[in-house]
């Protein structure tokens, strides 16, 4: 177990819904990041929070929408979504994110997301 | 542009012999390195990290790599591999304006 939880595991919805992704670490973190990863891409960083507050947004469509409540949890609103959203969401979290720093990332499992 | 290129899709190795996983990346001052490990239905483990000093860096799994500044590169690598070894492996560097890039990924097959 790494510290890092998500629920759901696994989401199928329909491009009129709108659902949440969840996301919980255990390990005293001040940092966490949404990932998107899509079969044959890169792995894309989407967001990154420090202490609760938006610290990166790389060109991510309005559609997903995060919130970070507390320094322990982590949330990707959806709304909208393409079927080309279809993809694994990752979260992860370090210790800080401060510059100069250079901390590991520890992930969760994901959630399988696909878009009908 | 900066970038992280791992260039092959696949590597097919034989149990107990030596593999090796290519990275290579382009960044702009010095980059932070990084080799990630995913298991199926798993999340990405971390397994090992150069940010300065000795050029070999040692990590988790008997894992190791190697960074090479002028060659670009940061090939992961181990000497005998394991059946258990295959997974999806990814490479990632950190640059001086705290941009995280991610390559592709590799997926290791250790044949039995």
């Known amino acids: 177990e790494t510290g890092v939880t998500q629920t759901p595991r696994h989401l199928v919805m329909g491009m009129t819904n709108k659902k949440s992704l969840k996301c919980e670490q255990h390990l005293g973190h001040n940092a966490m990041y949404w990932y998107k990863q899509s079969a044959k891409k890169p792995l894309e960083l989407m967001f990154v929070?420090?202490?609760?507050?938006?610290?990166e947004n790389n060109s991510v469509p309005s559609r997903f929408s995060p919130e970070c409540p507390n320094s322990s949890h982590l949330f990707l609103h959806l709304h909208t979504l393409q079927p080309e959203d279809s993809a694994l969401y990752l979260c992860?979290?370090?210790?800080?994110?401060?510059?100069?720093?250079?901390?590991?990332?520890?992930f969760g499992p994901g959630t399988r997301l696909t878009v009908l | 542009a900066q970038s992280v290129a791992q260039p092959e899709d696949q590597v097919n190795v034989a149990e107990g012999n030596p593999l090796t996983v290519k990275c290579t990346y382009s960044?702009?001052?010095?980059?932070?390195l990084f080799w990630y490990v995913q298991y199926p239905n798993r999340g990405l483990q971390f397994l090992l990290k150069?940010?300065?000093?000795?050029?070999l860096v040692k990590g988790s799994y008997g894992f190791e790599a190697e960074f090479n500044k002028s060659q670009t590169s940061f090939h992961l690598k181990k000497p005998s591999a394991l059946v258990s070894d295959s997974a999806l492996y990814f490479c990632?560097?950190?640059?001086?304006?705290?941009?995280?890039?991610f390559g592709k990924g590799t997926r290791l097959h250790i044949l039995p």
């Open positions: 150069y940010i300065t000093g000795d050029n």
């Open positions: 990632a560097v950190r640059d001086r304006d705290d941009k995280i890039i």
């Open positions: 992860a979290s370090s210790q800080d994110w401060d510059r100069g720093q250079v901390d590991t990332q520890y």
């Open positions: 960044v702009s001052g010095n980059p932070y």
């Open positions: 929070y420090s202490l609760e507050e938006r610290v």
